[in-house]
């Protein structure tokens, strides 16, 4: 008997919603990491990974606010926890990229954010 399952699956921009948010809840590595790993090793690209992301300002998603937060608050710097807690053997050239990806995310999406 032939059995079929469909189980859902998030895309990258509610998923970088959702470990940005809980990056900034409990600052654990595994969260820094997967914000890396996202942005990092997204199939379509790091800029298909930022592209998600900024989509979800426009949509429903009620935890943009508070991810786009966490990424200034945590990821814009090479010094700042997020890169830190993901973890030495990934810090180098994974978090090179996620502070790209901080910076490109206020330099073109939101540049008042900074003064904020």
């Not at 509610?14 to 997204?42: E, I, N």
């Not at 890169?83 to 995310?105: D, E, I, N, Q, S």
Request: aromatic share 8%; with cysteine; glycine share 8%.
């Amino acid at each position: 008997m032939e059995q079929k399952l469909e189980v859902p699956v998030s895309g990258i921009g509610p998923l970088l919603v959702l470990k940005l948010s809980a990056f900034d809840d409990r600052q654990q590595p595994k969260h820094a990491y997967d914000v890396m790993l996202g942005v990092t090793r997204c199939v379509e690209g790091p800029a298909a990974a930022i592209a998600a992301f900024l989509a979800e300002a426009n949509t429903s998603n009620r935890g943009f606010a508070r991810a786009r937060a966490a990424l200034r608050n945590h990821f814009l710097e090479a010094s700042q926890s997020g890169m830190a807690l993901a973890g030495p053997h990934h810090a180098a050239p994974m978090g090179l990229k996620t502070v790209l990806f901080g910076r490109w995310y206020y330099k073109h999406a939101a540049p008042t954010e900074l003064a904020a």
